[in-house]
């Protein structure tokens, strides 16, 4: 009997670790740090075009995640899988920055930075306060001194674009009230 005790408080700890430690990951992947993607450079006091390039692919692989989640978990629901789309389009164009200004690439790491959303509704509700951060940080970014033209074509089309995709997600939402 002591070693069936022993043997079935084992497999206790080792069920109650597992559940732990899978409520560790889920908690860290819903904490974006404060200093990453479009909430790090509205806070940040000494903004940079080095800087700005970092801030804004972070948010454009964040918004891409996020979408690729929803659709995953939802299917084709309008907007997400065009907005999902552009967001590669954006991507790429500030990878072409990047390789224009000679700098590394920052490597992806929205995966740990993003959660399922509870809902459709609720991730509309995220894409709409996403897409208005994403706004203010590139018309933040546009004030940069010095930015590049081609820098200045960039930031402007992909705030222009997400200010559409704000349109595209408030309508989604009307649709779900």
Avoid at 79 to 103: D, G, M, S
Avoid at 132 to 152: C, Q, S, V, W
């Amino acid at each position: 009997m002591k070693f069936l005790l022993s043997r079935q408080f084992r497999i206790g700890l080792i069920v109650f670790s597992f559940i732990l430690f899978l409520a560790s990951s889920w908690i860290n992947a819903q904490t974006i740090p404060e200093d990453y993607g479009a909430k790090g450079a509205l806070k940040d006091p000494r903004l940079t075009y080095e800087k700005a390039l970092e801030y804004a692919i972070e948010d454009e692989y964040l918004a891409q995640e996020r979408y690729t989640k929803v659709i995953q978990k939802y299917g084709q629901v309008f907007p997400f899988p065009k907005i999902q789309e552009a967001e590669k389009k954006h991507i790429e164009a500030l990878k072409r920055l990047y390789n224009k200004a000679n700098l590394s690439i920052p490597e992806n790491q929205a995966k740990q930075y993003t959660v399922m959303p509870a809902s459709i509704k609720v991730a509309l509700q995220q894409a709409v306060q996403a897409e208005i951060d994403n706004i203010a940080m590139y018309n933040r970014f546009l004030e940069i001194k010095n930015l590049p033209p081609n820098a200045t074509k960039v930031f402007t089309n992909l705030r222009d674009a997400s200010k559409k995709h704000l349109v595209a997600f408030n309508f989604g939402l009307s649709q779900q009230q």
